[in-house]
């Protein structure tokens, strides 16, 4: 690995993305809690950086007034539908607005994360 960037072949896998939230540790807490990442350093109610199974790393940056595009997500890929339909329901059973998973472009369903950004949970 070099630096944020792992290269297999001729490819470059993205490894790192932050995101400006307009609040970090509402933030974190989901991520941890519905996406399984861990947080492995923070600085105040400013900075978070995590990390997942595959060593991906999201930072996240507190900012004011964050309006993200419309369609703008960020997914989280499960192994099954069942897992889909799991963090589904523990999300609903959480207090969030929550629809059901639908076939589209796999077996998905939208989010909205605290912090002002969308989720997107998915399986083939």
Known sequence: MDGFFCRYGDRIQLKHLNLTVNDVEASREFLEKYVEMTCVNSRGKGFAAMFDDNQFVLTLMK??????????????????????????????????????????????????????????????
Do not use: C, M
């Not at 589904?88 to 639908?102: A, F, R, T």
């Open 63 to 124: 900012g004011k007034d964050v309006r993200y595009p419309k369609t703008f997500h960020i997914g989280f890929p499960q192994e099954s539908r069942e897992k889909v339909d799991q963090i589904n329901k523990q999300l609903k059973e959480g207090g969030y607005e929550v629809n059901s998973s639908i076939e589209s472009h796999g077996y998905t369903f939208y989010v909205k994360a605290p912090g002002g950004f969308t989720v997107g949970i998915l399986s083939e």
